[in-house]
């Protein structure tokens, strides 16, 4: 049986209590005090509300993310939607916490933002991604100009928080060629054409299984013209994971 050293315990307890109390840990979204689980062996760096808040959502369409589907043999499917991947998931919608978030982790500073939403990403689907067998991760790419500009790119660091969680790797398989316009300051009917050759690919893709991940999927047409240029380059299968889902009606 093992013997209990005293000093071996106070050398356990400050390596875990010690820096928590020097830096009281704060929650990564809100920033407010931390209550951590000290028996865990996972602490988060997310408080339970943002949890919540951040990962409350309807019930949505496997394939597309869309809200209205019928159940096809107890899977939630529209009956006519056929998007080139094979399924989707998402976080949430694009409620007021997870905007706000969302908006915050575009900016440099914001990393751990991007990173704990895409841990919570992978944690909240993780059966359904184990299903997948996904071989390679692809963060949505940013121009590079952009990213010069913008200090960093929240679809990477969600990719990183992603990947972690679930043991993938992940990769920059995607460049952005071309410096388009922001999807979100066009209208829908115009967001499929700017996009359209806007992605090369860079990296050996054939024959895998290839799972894409963007902070925010609205009409879909990013993910399309992503899923598009990994497919010609002969991806078997691609899927998406993004943090939101927006209404198209919105
Ligand atoms: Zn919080
Ligand atoms: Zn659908």
């Not at 597309?64 to 043999?73: A, K, Y």
């Not at 993938?168 to 829908?188: D, I, Y």
Request: overall charge positive; some cysteine.
């Amino acid at each position: 049986m093992k013997s209990i050293d005293p000093f071996e315990e106070l050398a356990h307890f400050w390596g875990r209590h010690g820096l928590d109390l020097l830096f009281p840990p704060r929650c990564s979204v809100c920033g407010e005090d931390l209550q951590r689980d000290y028996s865990s062996s996972q602490w988060s760096d997310v408080c339970q509300r943002c949890e919540r808040l951040l990962s409350a959502d309807v019930p949505r369409c496997m394939v597309c993310g869309e809200v209205s589907f019928e159940t096809v043999d107890g899977c939630r499917q529209c009956t006519d939607c056929r998007p080139p991947w094979q399924g989707l998931i998402a976080l949430s919608g694009y409620g007021l916490h997870t905007r706000d978030a969302v908006l915050r982790a575009k900016h440099p500073g914001g990393e751990v933002i991007a990173a704990a939403m895409g841990r919570l990403l992978a944690e909240k689907h993780r059966a359904l991604i184990d299903s997948w067998k996904v071989e390679c991760v692809v963060p949505v790419p940013m121009h590079f100009v952009r990213r010069a500009f913008r200090g960093t790119n929240p679809a990477e660091e969600i990719a990183r928080g992603f990947s972690k969680t679930m043991g993938f790797l992940w990769s920059r398989a995607l460049a952005r060629v071309q410096s388009t316009r922001m999807q979100n300051e066009l209208p829908f009917s115009k967001r499929a054409a700017n996009v359209r050759n806007a992605f090369q690919i860079r990296a050996r893709v054939r024959g895998k299984r290839m799972l894409l991940i963007d902070d925010v999927c609205t009409t879909g047409s990013t993910l399309k013209a992503c899923s598009g240029v990994l497919l010609r380059a002969g991806a078997e299968k691609v899927f998406c994971a993004v943090v939101s889902k927006a209404d198209r009606s919105a």
